[in-house]
């Protein structure tokens, strides 16, 4: 088993936890409170191995110094960033030492990290931040052209428009009862083992693959081919790896031009082959799917609420409507996007769980009561420290730690604190030149104390319910966070996944 996987061991499975199979057994309560998380016995590496979007611009150390620096630099790099042994060991501190808004080393340059909310919802809703060439291509080369998070302007907006609906928070309540089945088989899979320990990454992977093939798809993950599955475990696993070499090589690829970057993924190479592959099996079981939905439809046959057969339905008459190929093509981004984040998401959960078994022990009490006798319609949003817990999970474990986005035009940024230069100079806001690098430092803001305490770096769900979280204005989709980004580009299934890892 790994070193950084909840461990688990299983006993006897009462009845409310076969929905929700996700806690195990401990000798000193065995057989009469169901399964219980263990400690974890081993020193986990708490790294932030997963994330939606690939981290590709990422740059090697740098032997530049440009002496014209107008804020506090770091004396951090890249390699410190990204691979210490559990991640934020230095950023952690680099927050505490240089404040929300500080220069590190990159390849050909420095990079901007930003933590301060106010400066951060300005970067994620204004136009003169996108994506770097070397993250366009690769959302390219992993989702397609056509995928949402690949479009720009207007056309992103509008496709945006249309999905929007089938993600809206009635259209995932409907999905409700397809996580609670999800949440059963990993119950029985648990409880079919012999082992004392399961690692539960492979069961929790599997498990939000299965959520998004029947919640979207409207078929059980097995009707999409053994070779697609496997394949997208191979892409989640490459673009969650890091290493100094990975490292360097994105650093040389974001000195290539951009027409050699979009075409780079027809080169003869392993992993290009298996991007290719993938994106191609992807868009085979899209076409396929909605072929079927459609052929349904036109029998007068009735579909199973699935998100697709909901967007193969909808409206479709205007000249600028949803075309299929539309829905087709983001067919390689929501299975990407959504498995291994919230799988992630909950193996971070199951951790924490873990190594608070008096907060375990309140939750296993809680989701008792909630449960009661009707199985069915389990009042989810009514339960202040399952909610709270997922809240405390998102902000301590962004799966997607930062992100980076290039400024395309020279601006100027608003910050909420005032920011020290090393020239002792105090400013309000920060000009940024076109093409300079920032990095929408996620994991920083959520463990800013100024935010969220001086016990930010602490799990403490209840921090959620005692009033002690920031209240002002709000920033991200949920509770504050930016787990899920904001602004346009906001996690587009950040609903989707607060249920399903809620259900689960
Ligand atoms: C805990 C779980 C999740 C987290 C933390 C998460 C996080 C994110 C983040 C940070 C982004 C923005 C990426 C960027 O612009 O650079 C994003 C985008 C996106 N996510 Fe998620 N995600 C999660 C689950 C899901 C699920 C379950 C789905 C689908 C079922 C999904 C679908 C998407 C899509 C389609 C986008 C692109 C949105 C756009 O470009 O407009 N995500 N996600």
Same mark, same amino acid.
């Given at each position: 088993?790994?070193?950084? =996987?909840?461990?688990?061991?299983?006993?006897?499975?009462?009845?409310?936890?076969?929905?929700?199979? =996700? =806690?195990? &057994?401990?000798?000193?309560?065995?057989?009469?409170?169901?399964?219980?998380?263990?400690?974890?016995?081993?020193?986990?590496?708490?790294?932030?191995?997963?994330?939606?979007?690939?981290?590709?611009?990422?740059?090697?150390?740098?032997?530049?110094?440009?002496?014209?620096?107008?804020?506090?630099?770091?004396?951090?790099?890249?390699?410190?960033?990204?691979?210490?042994?559990?991640?934020?060991?230095?950023?952690?501190?680099?927050?505490?030492?240089?404040?929300?808004?500080?220069?590190?080393?990159?390849?050909?340059?420095?990079?901007?990290?930003?933590?301060?909310?106010?400066?951060?919802?300005?970067?994620?809703?204004?136009?003169?931040?996108?994506?770097?060439?070397?993250?366009?291509?690769?959302?390219?080369?992993?989702?397609?052209?056509?995928?949402?998070?690949?479009?720009?302007?207007?056309?992103?907006?509008?496709?945006?428009?249309?999905?929007?609906?089938?993600?809206?928070?009635?259209?995932v309540?409907?999905y409700q009862?397809v996580f609670a089945?999800v949440a059963?088989?990993?119950?029985?899979?648990?409880?079919?083992?012999?082992?004392?320990?399961?690692?539960?990454?492979?069961?929790l992977?599997?498990a939000a693959l299965s959520a998004i093939?029947q919640a979207v798809?409207?078929?059980?993950?097995?009707?999409?081919?053994?070779?697609?599955?496997?394949?997208?475990?191979?892409?989640?696993?490459?673009?969650?790896?890091?290493?100094?070499?990975?490292?360097?090589?994105?650093?040389?690829?974001?000195?290539?031009?951009?027409?050699?970057?979009?075409?780079?993924?027809?080169?003869?190479?392993?992993?290009?082959?298996?991007?290719?592959?993938?994106?191609?099996?992807?868009?085979?079981?899209?076409?396929?799917?909605?072929?079927?939905?459609?052929?349904?439809?036109?029998?007068?046959?009735?579909?199973?609420?699935?998100?697709?057969?909901?967007?193969? &339905?909808?409206?479709?008459?205007?000249?600028?409507?949803?075309?299929?190929?539309?829905?087709?093509?983001?067919?390689?981004?929501? =299975?990407?996007?959504g498995q291994?984040t919230s799988a992630?998401t909950l193996?971070?959960?199951?951790?924490?769980?873990?190594?608070?078994?008096?907060?375990?022990?309140?939750?296993?009490?809680?989701?008792?009561?909630?449960?009661?006798?009707?199985?069915?319609?389990?009042?989810y949003?009514?339960?202040?420290?399952?909610?709270?817990?997922i809240?405390?999970?998102?902000?301590?474990?962004?799966?997607?730690?930062?992100?980076?986005?290039?400024?395309?035009?020279?601006?100027?940024?608003?910050?909420?604190?005032?920011?020290?230069?090393?020239?002792?100079?105090?400013?309000?806001?920060?000009?940024?030149?076109?093409?300079?690098?920032?990095?929408?430092?996620?994991?920083?803001?959520?463990?800013?104390?100024?935010?969220?305490?001086?016990?930010?770096?602490?799990?403490?769900?209840?921090?959620?319910?005692?009033?002690?979280?920031?209240?002002?204005?709000?920033?991200?989709?949920?509770?504050?966070?930016?787990?899920?980004?904001?602004?346009?580009?906001?996690?587009?299934g950040w609903r989707f996944a607060s249920v399903f890892i809620s259900v689960s």
């Open positions: 088993m790994a070193a950084d =996987t909840p461990s688990v061991s299983k006993r006897r499975l009462p009845s409310w936890s076969r929905r929700h199979g =996700t =806690t195990l &057994n401990r000798p000193r309560t065995a057989g009469t409170r169901g399964l219980i998380l263990d400690r974890p016995t081993t020193k986990y590496h708490q790294n932030y191995c997963g994330t939606a979007v690939p981290v590709m611009d990422i740059w090697w150390m740098s032997f530049s110094s440009r002496k014209s620096v107008l804020l506090k630099t770091a004396t951090g790099n890249m390699l410190q960033l990204l691979l210490s042994p559990q991640y934020g060991d230095h950023e952690f501190e680099w927050i505490k030492v240089y404040g929300p808004v500080y220069r590190i080393k990159g390849c050909l340059g420095d990079r901007l990290m930003v933590s301060d909310p106010m400066a951060l919802q300005y970067i994620v809703n204004s136009p003169s931040f996108h994506f770097t060439r070397n993250v366009q291509a690769m959302l390219h080369w992993l989702f397609g052209e056509k995928s949402m998070i690949a479009r720009r302007g207007d056309d992103h907006k509008q496709l945006r428009a249309f999905l929007n609906p089938a993600f809206a928070a009635a259209a309540r409907r009862p089945r059963q088989r990993i119950t029985e899979q648990l409880e079919s083992r012999e082992a004392h320990l399961v690692d539960m990454c492979p069961l992977n599997d093939s798809f409207g078929c059980p993950v097995e009707d999409l081919g053994a070779d697609f599955v496997e394949g997208n475990s191979q892409v989640v696993e490459l673009t969650s790896a890091q290493s100094a070499s990975q490292i360097l090589f994105d650093g040389i690829g974001s000195l290539l031009p951009a027409w050699f970057l979009s075409n780079a993924v027809h080169l003869p190479i392993k992993t290009f082959s298996l991007l290719r592959t993938q994106l191609h099996l992807a868009n085979r079981e899209g076409w396929r799917l909605v072929r079927e939905k459609s052929e349904a439809a036109k029998q007068g046959l009735e579909t199973d609420g699935d998100l697709y057969s909901v967007l193969l &339905n909808s409206d479709r008459s205007a000249s600028r409507a949803l075309r299929e190929e539309d829905i087709v093509a983001q067919t390689a981004l929501i =299975t990407i996007a291994d992630k193996s971070f959960g199951l951790i924490e769980l873990a190594k608070n078994p008096q907060f375990q022990e309140s939750l296993r009490t809680e989701i008792h009561a909630a449960f009661g006798t009707d199985h069915e319609n389990i009042p949003d009514s339960m202040p420290l399952l909610n709270a817990f809240k405390e999970i998102l902000r301590l474990y962004p799966v997607v730690a930062y992100i980076d986005r290039v400024a395309l035009e020279d601006v100027v940024i608003p910050v909420s604190e005032s920011i020290v230069t090393t020239a002792g100079k105090r400013l309000n806001q920060i000009h940024i030149r076109k093409g300079e690098l920032v990095s929408i430092a996620i994991a920083s803001y959520q463990r800013m104390a100024s935010r969220w305490g001086d016990d930010a770096d602490k799990f403490r769900p209840t921090r959620w319910l005692d009033g002690t979280v920031y209240q002002g204005e709000a920033v991200g989709p949920y509770a504050n966070l930016f787990s899920f980004l904001g602004g346009p580009r906001t996690c587009l």
